[in-house]
Every structure is written in C-alpha cells, then in structure tokens.
C-alpha cells in the first residue's frame, strides 16, 4: 500500500493535533473558577440577589435556555454593571456577559447556551458599589451540544 503525498500529508497533520493537546474537552472547575475570579478582580463573589433559571435536566444541549435576574434598583450602588455566565464542562468556561445601565431598568437577559455535558452553570453579578453576586445551578444534559 502506498500513499499519496496528500494522504501522507493529511495523516500527519492529523497526528499532530492529537498529540499536541492544545484544545482540552472540557473546561473545569479550575478555569471555571479562574474565569470568576479574573470577573471578579479576586474578590469573593457573595451568594444572593441572583437568580440563574436553568432547567435541571435539558434533554438537548445544543440549545439550554438560561434566564439571569439580579433585584437590584439600577441606580447608585445598587445597580448591575454586567453579568458573567459559566459553565465548567464545557470546551472552554466562558459563555456570555451581559452589560447593563441605568436605562436598562432591570437586570434580566435570557439566552441559550450549548451545554457540552452534565455541569454546574454559575452566574456571577458586579455591582456598580464593586461587590459581586453568584448563583449556580446543576445541569444534567441527556446530550451534549459542543464538541472538544
């Protein structure tokens, strides 16, 4: 059997993405952690305020509808600036943020994410007084929507 210079070249190239490793399946708690903490600046994100509304078991998840809300008055301290979503068995943790203003008048943005397995999606809040919020909730996914 003989191959050809573009079958030969196409094999190798293959090999060399598999051995590199460059791309990991899955992000983790580690970087899902690390893209909270570079959000936050290293604060401590504080439970409350948040409301993150997954559904607990999402048959498909190439398409997982996520609601984040934060009560807040979006005005002075007490209002929103952006929310960070993450989610940690995904290829990579970041999925979205959303930025607020004043003129936004509440602090709710729905979506849809692709979920590549079951895995804790986290939202985190930074108010404009520099605290920030977090809720997480747990996703079973039946099948996953990303591909490492």
């Given at each position: 059997?003989?191959?050809?210079?573009r079958?030969?070249?196409?094999?190798?190239?293959?090999s060399?993405?598999?051995?590199?490793?460059?791309?990991?399946?899955?992000?983790?708690?580690?970087?899902?952690?690390?893209?909270?903490a570079?959000?936050?600046g290293g604060?401590e994100?504080?439970?409350?305020?948040?409301?993150?509304?997954?559904?607990?078991?999402?048959?498909?998840?190439?398409?997982?509808?996520?609601?984040?809300?934060?009560?807040?008055?979006?005005?002075?301290?007490?209002?929103?600036?952006?929310?960070?979503?993450?989610?940690?068995?995904?290829?990579?943790?970041d999925?979205?943020?959303?930025h607020?203003?004043?003129l936004?008048?509440?602090?709710?943005?729905?979506?849809?994410?692709?979920?590549?397995?079951?895995?804790?999606?986290?939202?985190?809040?930074?108010?404009?007084?520099?605290?920030?919020?977090?809720?997480?909730r747990a996703?079973?996914?039946?099948?996953?929507?990303?591909?490492?």
């Amino acid at each position: 059997m003989s191959l050809t210079r573009r079958e030969a070249l196409v094999v190798l190239a293959g090999s060399a993405t598999l051995l590199s490793g460059v791309v990991p399946l899955h992000a983790g708690t580690d970087e899902a952690e690390a893209e909270i903490a570079a959000f936050t600046g290293g604060a401590e994100p504080q439970p409350g305020r948040v409301t993150l509304t997954v559904p607990a078991v999402a048959e498909n998840g190439n398409a997982v509808s996520v609601t984040v809300e934060v009560d807040s008055a979006m005005e002075g301290g007490d209002r929103v600036e952006s929310v960070l979503i993450v989610a940690d068995g995904n290829p990579r943790a970041d999925v979205a943020v959303f930025h607020f203003s004043p003129l936004s008048g509440t602090a709710v943005a729905t979506t849809r994410i692709r979920l590549a397995r079951s895995q804790t999606v986290s939202a985190v809040a930074k108010m404009a007084d520099g605290t920030f919020l977090l809720d997480r909730r747990a996703v079973e996914v039946a099948v996953g929507g990303c591909t490492g």
